[in-house]
């Protein structure tokens, strides 16, 4: 019989995590003050962050795309009958429910029911904190204490929707179920938002008996044993386990109890950390959003012990993915799965772009630009965030997708109301609430501005608020305003995206500036600021071409930070294209795409704005055989559209069309 620390790989038991308030169940926070409860998911004890995000609570979106997204999600969260959700839950603890079981991944037969309910408790918290909506906060309560009602009853700490016989399952056959652990990441970390975001101390309790009672069934297994169980190297991984590490450091540093240290690093394996911390790329092949949330572990466990290895580790995979391994939407994958570096025409299909893969890259994202508030890590940020996640959302119905189409001529695919529950409907429910994550950051005395959304920033520290004004993208102009309980010093940063070669302008109070705009850089604004001080900030924005890596033939249009996308018109696009399974229109017959041909160095020539229709183009006499209208990926709902195109670049002798 083996220990856990015989068992542990990596890792020492080193200092303590910052102590934090546990308020009442169901307290709820002055809005919009700052937290009272620091977001474990960020808490760094070895003080290695260069800048902060600030709290959900402290970002208030304004009227715009973002706000009617937000606001859509916020509509379905509302819509689910909380009673339903915790159907499975309550079967499975032997308690009576009358409610009608749900469908699709949720369904009482599905190996992953559960893990819905884990996201819908993080989305609650997300939202309430986003919106300060009491319905959010009273049914994330509700489900918390019914959840609590089911662990008590089966006695031991365990909490699912399925039965303890799964993990039976999987500790001695390494197969067979479909990742159980998976789902105890995502009940837990709801979990863990719930009493971050809604200083709900039961939800805390209840996730730490779940920790203690897999922390003692790992205990009992032996070394071999636990590399089987976790063994995720190949294209299908016998057990996708999620954020398992996350979460558990995120309960360590909340707690302070070494013992959750220690088990967070049973979840970080030597065959995924090694070759990342030494630089290699091993990527090809491996199932990309089991691997995406293992990295973020790693960010984690260096954020809380300061070992450079998983630094390296993360810092290297993050560089590798959004460099080599993705689209130009941001998004990767194709059919799940991380392809050889840089394919990407090769591999375009109706299943490339998961959105799951995208929310978490976007979470490893926050805490890379913690590390180095660089601009680097924030121009992806905007890439992923405009063009995949806010076009991942029906306008009309408030469903999401799972993947996003970049096969040319095929169509946007999403879930519906209650019988779908695909983990990336599950993601997509937070991928709404949180808007508010990344537009700011803060350091000492400096205020980072890295998304141009329309919002309101709450900094109570310091006296301040900042109001955010813009019709960003459709506008390249956005207006900061601020308010001062007194004069204060403050450098304030201002992001200039790499797409930015036109030249930023900046004004101060009416007063133009002069200013050195390079690309992917900040502009820094060292003054003492007062009530009524207005930034005036325009970044023009200009038509540019992405070339495939593999093919430098293949290419997609952007504008500004905006991927372009050609309408192909709803020639036998299902009538209802929400659907209860993922793959139910790829083999649709799919048409001919026009090729497109052009002078490479005067985009202008050729791709015209349409007039009285912000952000559209049409090509010019360069398709073939027809011209194309273009508008934002993110746009595009219910018809074929094309993001990729043959180019028949007339600057270059050797390309074809």
């Given at each position: 019989?083996?220990?856990?620390?015989?068992?542990?790989?990596?890792?020492?038991?080193?200092g303590?995590?910052?102590?934090?308030?546990?308020?009442?169940?169901?307290?709820?926070?002055?809005?919009?003050?700052?937290?009272?409860?620091?977001d474990?998911?960020?808490?760094?004890?070895?003080?290695?962050?260069?800048?902060?995000?600030?709290?959900?609570?402290?970002?208030?979106?304004?009227?715009?795309?973002?706000?009617?997204?937000?606001?859509?999600?916020?509509?379905?969260?509302?819509?689910?009958?909380?009673?339903?959700?915790?159907?499975?839950?309550?079967?499975n603890?032997?308690?009576?429910?009358?409610?009608?079981?749900?469908?699709?991944?949720?369904?009482?037969?599905?190996?992953?029911?559960?893990?819905?309910?884990?996201?819908?408790?993080s989305?609650?918290?997300?939202?309430y904190?986003?919106?300060?909506?009491?319905?959010?906060?009273?049914?994330?309560?509700?489900?918390?204490?019914?959840?609590?009602?089911?662990?008590?009853?089966?006695?031991?700490?365990?909490?699912?929707?399925?039965?303890?016989?799964?993990?039976?399952?999987?500790?001695?056959?390494?197969?067979?179920?479909?990742?159980?652990?998976?789902?105890?990441h995502?009940?837990?970390?709801?979990?863990?938002?719930?009493?971050?975001?809604?200083g709900?101390?039961?939800?805390?309790?209840?996730?730490?008996?779940?920790?203690?009672?897999?922390?003692?069934?790992?205990?009992?297994?032996?070394?071999?044993?636990?590399?089987?169980?976790?063994?995720?190297?190949?294209?299908?991984?016998?057990?996708?386990?999620?954020?398992?590490?996350?979460?558990?450091?995120?309960?360590?540093?909340?707690?302070?109890?070494?013992?959750?240290?220690?088990?967070?690093?049973?979840?970080?394996?030597?065959?995924?950390?090694?070759?990342?911390a030494?630089?290699?790329?091993?990527l090809?092949?491996?199932?990309?959003?089991?691997?995406?949330?293992?990295?973020?572990?790693?960010?984690?466990?260096?954020e809380?012990?300061?070992?450079?290895?998983?630094?390296?580790?993360?810092?290297?995979?993050?560089?590798?993915?959004?460099?080599?391994?993705?689209?130009?939407?941001?998004?990767?994958?194709?059919?799940?799965?991380?392809?050889?570096?840089?394919?990407?025409?090769?591999?375009?299909?109706?299943?490339?772009?998961?959105?799951?893969?995208?929310?978490?890259?976007l979470?490893?994202?926050?805490?890379?630009?913690?590390?180095?508030?660089?601009?680097?890590?924030?121009?992806?940020y905007?890439?992923?965030?405009?063009?995949?996640?806010?076009?991942?959302?029906?306008?009309?119905?408030?469903?999401?997708?799972?993947?996003?189409?970049?096969?040319?001529?095929?169509?946007?695919?999403?879930?519906?109301?209650?019988?779908?529950?695909?983990?990336?409907?599950?993601?997509?429910?937070?991928?709404?609430?949180?808007?508010?994550?990344?537009?700011?950051?803060?350091h000492?005395?400096?205020?980072?501005?890295?998304?141009f959304?329309?919002?309101?920033?709450?900094w109570?520290?310091?006296?301040?608020?900042?109001?955010?004004?813009?019709?960003?993208?459709?506008?390249?102009?956005?207006?900061?305003?601020?308010?001062?309980?007194?004069?204060?010093?403050?450098?304030?940063?201002?992001?200039?995206?790499?797409?930015?070669?036109?030249?930023?302008?900046?004004?101060?109070?009416?007063?133009?500036?002069?200013?050195?705009?390079?690309?992917?850089?900040?502009?820094?604004?060292?003054?003492?600021?007062?009530?009524?001080?207005?930034?005036?900030?325009?970044?023009?924005?200009?038509?540019?071409?992405?070339?495939?890596?593999?093919?430098?033939?293949?290419?997609?249009?952007?504008?500004?930070?905006?991927?372009?996308?050609?309408?192909?018109?709803?020639?036998?696009?299902?009538?209802?294209?929400?659907?209860?399974?993922?793959?139910?229109?790829?083999?649709?017959?799919?048409?001919?795409?026009?090729?497109?041909?052009?002078?490479?160095?005067?985009?202008?020539s050729?791709?015209?704005?349409?007039?009285?229709?912000?952000?559209?183009?049409?090509?010019?006499?360069?398709?073939?055989?027809?011209?194309?209208?273009?508008?934002?990926?993110?746009?595009?709902?219910?018809?074929?559209?094309?993001?990729?195109?043959?180019?028949?670049?007339?600057?270059?002798?050797?390309?074809?069309?």
């Open positions: 019989m083996s220990s856990l620390k015989t068992c542990f790989r990596y890792g020492l038991v080193i303590c995590a910052v102590a934090v308030a546990c308020p009442v169940l169901g307290q709820t926070p002055t809005d919009p003050s700052p937290p009272a409860i620091p474990p998911a960020f808490i760094d004890q070895e003080n290695l962050a260069q800048a902060e995000p600030f709290d959900l609570r402290q970002v208030r979106i304004l009227d715009g795309i973002c706000k009617t997204n937000e606001d859509l999600d916020e509509k379905y969260l509302l819509s689910l009958d909380p009673d339903r959700l915790l159907h499975n839950f309550r079967v603890a032997g308690i009576p429910s009358t409610a009608q079981p749900l469908g699709g991944w949720e369904d009482p037969k599905c190996g992953l029911r559960g893990h819905f309910v884990g996201h819908y408790l989305a609650c918290a997300e939202m904190a986003a919106t300060g909506d009491q319905q959010l906060l009273a049914r994330g309560t509700y489900v918390v204490t019914e959840l609590g009602k089911c662990q008590d009853a089966l006695g031991s700490g365990y909490l699912s929707a399925f039965p303890t016989t799964a993990f039976d399952t999987l500790e001695t056959k390494y197969g067979g179920v479909w990742a159980p652990y998976y789902t105890i995502k009940i837990m970390a709801g979990l863990l938002d719930q009493y971050h975001y809604c709900n101390r039961q939800a805390l309790e209840i996730a730490i008996k779940m920790a203690d009672y897999f922390r003692g069934r790992m205990a009992k297994l032996t070394p071999d044993q636990i590399d089987k169980v976790l063994h995720t190297v190949g294209r299908g991984p016998q057990n996708e386990y999620g954020g398992m590490s996350e979460v558990l450091h995120n309960i360590y540093a909340i707690t302070k109890k070494p013992e959750y240290l220690e088990f967070a690093d049973v979840f970080d394996r030597s065959w995924v950390l090694n070759p990342l030494m630089s290699q790329d091993h090809d092949g491996l199932h990309a959003n089991t691997h995406i949330p293992q990295v973020i572990g790693f960010a984690r466990h260096y809380l012990t300061g070992d450079p290895r998983y630094q390296r580790a993360a810092d290297y995979f993050w560089t590798q993915v959004t460099e080599h391994h993705s689209y130009v939407t941001g998004s990767n994958s194709k059919a799940e799965h991380f392809l050889a570096p840089d394919v990407e025409a090769n591999a375009l299909g109706a299943d490339t772009g998961e959105t799951c893969n995208v929310y978490n890259m979470k490893l994202t926050q805490h890379i630009f913690a590390w180095k508030a660089d601009a680097a890590s924030a121009d992806y905007e890439l992923a965030l405009y063009n995949h996640i806010l076009g991942s959302i029906d306008p009309d119905t408030g469903m999401t997708t799972y993947f996003m189409s970049l096969k040319p001529g095929h169509f946007k695919i999403y879930g519906t109301p209650d019988t779908s529950f695909w983990c990336c409907n599950g993601t997509g429910i937070e991928n709404h609430a949180k808007y508010g994550a990344a537009i700011y950051y803060h000492a005395d400096t205020l980072w501005v890295n998304l959304i329309p919002s309101q920033l709450t109570a520290e310091k006296g301040l608020s900042v109001t955010q004004d813009t019709t960003f993208p459709e506008s390249d102009e956005t207006t900061l305003t601020i308010t001062a309980s007194h004069p204060t010093p403050l450098k304030v940063l201002l992001r200039v995206p790499y797409w930015e070669t036109k030249g930023a302008l900046l004004k101060i109070n009416g007063q133009s500036q002069a200013v050195d705009a390079t690309p992917g850089s900040y502009v820094t604004l060292d003054r003492t600021w007062q009530t009524g001080d207005k930034i005036e900030f325009t970044l023009p924005m200009t038509l540019h071409l992405h070339r495939a890596a593999d093919n430098p033939n293949m290419v997609a249009i952007m504008y500004g930070p905006l991927v372009l996308a050609g309408d192909l018109g709803r020639d036998g696009v299902p009538a209802n294209d929400n659907v209860s399974k993922n793959n139910a229109f790829f083999k649709i017959p799919d048409p001919p795409v026009p090729g497109l041909s052009g002078d490479s160095t005067d985009l202008d050729w791709i015209k704005p349409v007039t009285g229709q912000p952000l559209t183009f049409t090509t010019l006499n360069a398709g073939h055989p027809d011209d194309v209208q273009l508008k934002p990926f993110y746009a595009i709902h219910h018809q074929r559209y094309s993001v990729y195109w043959q180019f028949s670049d007339s600057t270059r002798t050797t390309s074809t069309p």
